[in-house]
C-alpha cells in the first residue's frame, strides 16, 4: 500500500477513579489529550449513565476529548455536552 502516512504517537489505555468512589472504565491518552470511556450493560443510556464522564471532563477540562458511553443499544445520541452515547458493537 502507497500513500502518506500518518503520524502516530503510542496510546496508552489507562482507568480513572476518584478518591470519592468516580471512575470511568477506560480512559486512553495519546498526544496530551484523554478520552474517556464507560460501558454500561443497557439498551437505554440515560443522563444518569454519564455522571463519572461528566466529572471526568470536569477535572481535565480541555485535555479531554469528548467522552464514549458504550451500551448495548442501537441508538447514538448525544447525552450531554461532550458525551456520546454509542452502541459497543459500532465501535469494536
Known amino acids: 500500500m502507497h500513500g502518506a502516512r500518518g503520524r502516530t504517537e503510542p496510546a496508552e489505555v489507562l482507568y ?3 478518591a470519592s468512589g468516580e471512575d470511568v472504565d477506560f ?3 495519546t498526544g ?3 478520552v474517556p470511556i464507560e460501558i454500561k450493560t443497557t439498551a437505554r443510556p440515560r443522563q444518569s449513565d454519564a ?3 461528566r466529572a471526568f471532563r470536569e ?3 480541555r ?3 469528548n467522552a464514549l ?3 448495548t443499544g442501537d441508538r447514538v445520541e448525544w447525552l450531554a ?3 456520546l452515547a454509542v452502541p459497543w458493537c459500532r465501535v469494536i
Open 16 to 18: 480513572w477513579r476518584t
Open 63 to 65: 485535555r479531554s476529548r
Open 51 to 53: 455522571k463519572h464522564l
Open 59 to 61: 477535572e481535565y477540562g
Open 27 to 29: 480512559v486512553i491518552e
Open 32 to 34: 496530551g489529550r484523554v
Open 81 to 83: 455536552p461532550g458525551i
Open 69 to 71: 458511553l458504550l451500551h
